[in-house]
């Protein structure tokens, strides 16, 4: 099901509306930006509270927006949103694992958090890291003139100079009590798709990765990843959506129990002084 002002992905060979199936609630848009999505995802019937650092609401409408660093604390109380969406907005933020915690704090337990990101994942942006050592050929050179893009006070607005991959995007996820996570992506870059061929090889090379990783783990009696959790991660990596994919689209689900859920986070479930379990290259 498709609604004006949706955030869409690709699912099944099919473009839907993410949040149009998904039970109405409490839903906190941070950072908000113009707020366009805000109003949006109100019109769909979403109780929505916004934050940004520089906010921009007209005062025309009955939209609530809160003047707030989404990098610190936010003036929020704990376990009172049924979804957090952060809407191309955790690449600007400096410190991304304490948003994840925010995030988490501020949701019940069984909400979710929705974050969209550009993807650094697909194979024309490995390219353009391997050619210039940077993930976007078109945003010229990171660098503190052009990139860093206003101040509030001591609070600076950065540009994308923290974006983030997969693999981080996972871990901080998992740490801050995030579970059930799922990858989409709304539209495809033609240069990744003439990059398909070499899809074979990166598979092997992940599997060899996880292979050669838990055998040393094994060896000096470290803990290693079970099968199941990189089995996840390489299909997640693999998926048309992160080798594909433009934008980087997570769906999350806060864990009843954030702590057992950190606990979790330890995949192995075993001590620091037991052996970890090795990941089979014949599974």
């Known amino acids: 099901m498709r609604v004006a002002g949706d955030i869409l992905v690709r699912s099944s060979g099919r473009t839907v509306g993410l949040f149009a199936s998904m039970r109405r609630g409490r839903l906190l848009d941070v950072p908000c930006g113009a707020a366009e999505q805000s109003r949006a995802l ?28 989404a990098s ?18 955790i690449e600007h933020l400096e410190n991304q694992a304490g948003f994840a915690r925010e995030c988490a704090r501020v949701l019940r337990p069984g909400g979710k958090l929705v974050v969209t990101t550009p993807n650094v994942n697909h194979l024309a942006a490995r390219l353009s890291a391997f050619l210039t050592g940077q993930r976007n050929l078109k945003r010229g050179l990171v660098n503190e003139v052009q990139t860093l893009r206003g101040r509030n006070g001591s609070h600076l607005y950065h540009g994308h100079v923290f974006l983030i991959d997969y693999y ?12 059930h996570l799922q990858v989409f ?14 899809t074979p090889l990166i598979r092997a090379s992940m599997r060899y990765a996880a292979w ?13 990843a079970p099968d199941e959790v990189t089995r996840e991660i390489i299909r997640h990596v693999t998926s048309s959506a992160l080798l594909f994919g433009k934008r980087m689209i997570v769906v999350a689900e806060r864990a009843a129990d954030v702590e057992s859920a950190c606990e979790a986070a330890d995949p ?5 002084d037991s052996p970890g379990r090795r990941f089979s290259q014949a599974s």
């Open 268 to 272: 192995s479930g075993t001590r620091k």
């Open 212 to 224: 050669t990783a838990a055998r040393e783990n094994l060896r000096k009696h470290r803990n290693a």
């Open 42 to 69: 109100q019109r769909l019937g979403f109780d929505v509270v916004s934050i940004d650092l520089f906010p921009k609401n007209s005062g025309s409408d009955a939209l609530r927006i809160v003047r707030a660093d």
């Open 72 to 89: 610190q604390s936010f003036p929020l109380r704990p376990a009172t949103f049924d979804y957090v969406l952060s809407r191309e907005g």
């Open 168 to 179: 981080r995007m996972r871990y901080i996820l998992r740490i801050a009590g995030f579970e």
């Open 185 to 198: 992506t709304d539209r495809y870059s033609p240069t990744s798709l003439a990059l398909a061929p070499i």
